[in-house]
C-alpha cells in the first residue's frame, strides 16, 4: 500500500466538508454594526455560545428523554457530555472579559435593544434547568415558531423534574408535591427532596447509580453557577453597574442569579450525609 498518495482535491461541486459542516454559511454570518474592530470578536463570541446552547440544550434533552424511560446510562453518558460542552461554553467569556469600560462603549451602542436575556436557546437551558418563567416567552411572540418551542419546553418536565420521577419509581420517598407540580412555575427546594437524596448519598453502595446521576447533575449545577459567575465578572469588568443592555438590570441581576444554585437539594443534603 503507498503511503505517499495525495488527499481528493478535485471536487465537482463544493467539499463534502462544506456540505457537512456549511462553514461558508456561519463565516458569513458576522455582520458588524460599527467601525470598532473590537466589535468582532463580541460578535462571534456571542454567536459561538448560541451554538454551544443549542448543543447542551440537545444533551439535556436526551437525557431528559433517558430518565423518563428508565434509561439512566444514557442519561449520564449526556449529562458527561454536557459538562465537557460546559467548560467550552464558559471558556467563551475569556476573549470578553478584559474588556475595558472604554473598549465595550465603542460598540455598544451597536447592540441597541439586544441583551443576552433575549436568547431563545439560553431560555430553554434555563427551563431544563428547572428555571422556569412565562414572562421569557414574551419577547419572542414576534417570532411564532421560537415561541412556540419554548412554550412547548415551559409546560415540560425539567431535567430535574424527571431526577425526582426516577427516584420516587425506584422506591424512594419523594414528596407527592415536588413531583406532581405546575410544571410552568419555577422549581422550589423541598425538605423532603434533601432528605431523599441525604438518604442515596448515605448508602452509596446499595444506590450506587443514582449517586453517580446526582454527581453529573451536580457537575452540571457547578458549571452553570461558574458561567453565571463568570458573565458577572466579563459585566462588570465592561460596564460595572450600569443598567445593561434591553433595559435589564446588569450586575444587580445578575448579582442575584449568581447567588442562586440549580438542583439546589443535591447541594444542602451534603450536609447531611
Keep these: 500500500m503507498s503511503h505517499d498518495a495525495t488527499p481528493h482535491l478535485d471536487f465537482a461541486g463544493t467539499t463534502p ?9 456561519l463565516t458569513h454570518l458576522q455582520h458588524p454594526l460599527s467601525d470598532d474592530p473590537g466589535e468582532m470578536v463580541f460578535l462571534v463570541t456571542t454567536q459561538v455560545m448560541e451554538l454551544w446552547f443549542t448543543v447542551i ?6 437525557a431528559t428523554r433517558a430518565l423518563r424511560e428508565d434509561r439512566v446510562p444514557v442519561a449520564l453518558d449526556a449529562l458527561r457530555r454536557s459538562a465537557w460542552e460546559l467548560e467550552a461554553l464558559n471558556a467563551s467569556w475569556r476573549p470578553l472579559a478584559q474588556l475595558t469600560p472604554a ?3 465603542s460598540y455598544r451602542a451597536a447592540l441597541g435593544e439586544g441583551s443576552g436575556f433575549q436568547s431563545a436557546m439560553y431560555r430553554r437551558m ?37 431526577t425526582l420521577r426516577l427516584l420516587m419509581r425506584r422506591g424512594l420517598s419523594v414528596p407527592t408535591e415536588a413531583v406532581e407540580r405546575d410544571l410552568s412555575q419555577r422549581y422550589e427546594p423541598s425538605a423532603g427532596v434533601e432528605e431523599v437524596w441525604a438518604g442515596v448519598y448515605r448508602d452509596q453502595e446499595q444506590q450506587s447509580e443514582l449517586v453517580r446521576l446526582g454527581e453529573a447533575l451536580t457537575d452540571v449545577g457547578e458549571l452553570v ?14 460596564m460595572g453597574a450600569k443598567l445593561g443592555t434591553g433595559g435589564s438590570a446588569g450586575v444587580a441581576w445578575l448579582e442575584k442569579r449568581a447567588r442562586k444554585n440549580v438542583f439546589p437539594e443535591l447541594w444542602t443534603a451534603r450536609s447531611y450525609v
Excluded at 225 to 238: C, E, K, Q, S, Y
Design 17 to 25: 466538508y462544506e456540505d457537512y459542516v456549511q462553514a461558508d454559511v
Design 57 to 62: 440544550v440537545h444533551e439535556w434533552e436526551t
Design 103 to 105: 473598549q465595550f462603549n
Design 126 to 162: 434555563e427551563f431544563l434547568l428547572g428555571e422556569k418563567s412565562a414572562s421569557m416567552l414574551v419577547p419572542h411572540r414576534g417570532a411564532p415558531r421560537v415561541h412556540a418551542e419554548l412554550e412547548k419546553a415551559l409546560y415540560e418536565p425539567s431535567l430535574y423534574d424527571e
Design 225 to 238: 453557577w461558574r458561567w453565571r459567575n463568570d458573565h458577572l465578572v466579563a459585566t462588570r469588568r465592561a
